[in-house]
């Protein structure tokens, strides 16, 4: 895939959130519409692709690039959400982090059976909080037709987490 303008604005935080780590900082991507527009456009493409019936936005960053993924495609879309922030009835997925664990949660009415979902976040690390939706979604019968990402960090090997599901990731380190 030929590099896209988010690639270049894309900026690198030394010891965020703590030493050692090189945070990559997706702010100044959405400070730039034409960047936003040609990620969600190229994500809303992936989706189309795949028959996506619905999109799933991991909180929080997935909300923004989902909703307009959506909206591009008249889809409907559902928020997968950190523990304690859905109000009504909802499922619950733990997964595991470099020390300790975390929660992801869907309302339990907002796949219906056999619905394909297109998983979207902003960034692929482990791979953790993609798979623990991922199996919200099938739990509640729909099925995962892919997952689109506007960065990848390769060498964390997040891919590994989510075996046979087509990743779509448009920047990659």
Known sequence: M????AAQLIRDVPDFPKPGILF???TPVLMDAAAVKEAV???AADAKEKGAEVIVGIESRGFIFGVPVALALGLPFVMARKLGKLPA????????????????EMHTDSITAGQKAYVVDDLLATGGTAAASARLVERLGGTV????FLVE???LEGRQNLLGYPICALIEY
């Open 41 to 43: 456009d190229l994500l």
């Open 145 to 148: 037709c892919g997952f689109g």
């Open 153 to 155: 960090l390769g060498f």
């Open 2 to 5: 030929p590099e896209i303008r």
């Open 89 to 104: 009835e909802k499922i619950n997925e733990e997964y595991a982090l470099e020390y300790g664990t975390n929660t992801v």
């Open 24 to 26: 990559k900082d997706v």
